[in-house]
Each structure stands twice: as C-alpha cells, then as structure tokens.
C-alpha cells in the first residue's frame, strides 16, 4: 500500500506519520501543496499535523483551497482512505469533507499532553481490530482543537474518555464522513506507533491507510 503523505508550508509532523506508515510497512511519499496529483500509486492519503500557512485566516483554511485538495477530493469521492491528523482534520472540515469546524480550545491556550479516546463507532477501517468502547491512549497538540457541530448528525469514530480537554461538543476526538472512508482526528496516532514513545494503540487507527 502506497500513502501520499502531502506537505504543505507550515506542515511539521510529516516525517513522524512517514515513519509511522513505514514502520507498520507501507510504503510512504511525499506529495506537494502545489502538486495537482497525487503520486503514481497512490492508494491512501494522509494529511499531516503542522500550522499550513501559518494558521492565515484560519487553521487548514488556504491548505484546503491548494491545488492538491482537488486530487485528494477526487481520491475520497471515489472511495479511497483519507485521514487528516490535527492540522489535517481542520482541512477536511473547511473543504468540506467532513462535517463541523474546529475552533479554539475553551481554554484559549496550547495542549500537548496524552490523552485517552474511546472509539465510538468500530465499524469504520479506521479502529482496526479495537472494539466500540475501547479505550486509546493517544498524544494531543494543538491551540485550536475543539470540534464544533451537530454529534447527532455526524458520524462519531471517537470521543475523549475522562476530562474534555479542549471544549470539544460532547467530547467528540474524531469524525468520519458517511460513507467511512474519510476520517479526521485531533489527537495524533503516528505519535502513538513505537514502544518508545510510550504508546502503540496510534497503530489501530494508522493501520486504516493500510488495510
């Protein structure tokens, strides 16, 4: 399996989410802001973590206007994976692939700790062989994480387990669109895939690009 892992100005943990796909043993690319295709091969797409742009207007909102986005929509529209990670899940939003936005956490200040989500909805490619109600421990980062929107409506792939730790409605982690193939998450699973790090329960969720 090849993952287009796409760069944009700002981007920051493409070599984590790199090493990530590489290490569960796909095979990874770098693709470019600028591209307008993704490259030969490509059967999954990964946006990475990072502050596009500088976070201009507002998190992921010129990276989701780049040209590259219309290859990645075209890639969902006809069923194939994509996961956005941080950085990543606010450019699904403001393209429109998944429902809601993400705004500032109701602390108004930067996270970056570990966290525990419990994965709501097994049914997507995403979770791996983790069960609804399971629990993950994953690492978050970021200023402007809270998921708004309507949960009833939105397809729910995880929520955080214990304290909200961004103001998230109804604690929502993670959200996929209708069809499961589309899915972006704030807390960072190629940050949760070696022994090292403390964690590998990111592999479930990694191991969605792979499947």
Sequence with gaps: MSVAIVRFPGTLDHASAHAAV???????????????????????????????????????????????????RAHAEIG??????????????ESGLLPGALIDNDSLSFICRQVDVEVVDSSTRWTGDAKSGDS???????HGGAWFGDAEQARVVLRYRGDNPNGSVEAVAGVANEAGNVMGLMPHPEEACDPLLGSTDGRALVSGLLA
């Excluded at 591209?35 to 990072?50: F, I, N």
């Excluded at 956005?84 to 939003?93: A, W, Y």
Aim: aromatic share 6%; glycine share 14%.
């Design 22 to 72: 590489t290490r569960m043993g796909g095979r990874a690319q770098y693709a470019w802001h600028a591209d307008r295709h993704l490259p030969d091969g490509t059967s999954a797409v990964l946006l990475p973590g990072g502050f596009s742009y500088g976070d201009h207007l507002r998190p992921g909102a010129i990276a989701s206007r780049s040209p590259i986005m219309a290859a990645v």
């Design 80 to 93: 194939g994976p994509v996961i956005g990670i941080c950085n990543g899940f606010q450019m699904l939003c």
């Design 136 to 142: 993950l421990s994953i690492p978050i980062k970021h």
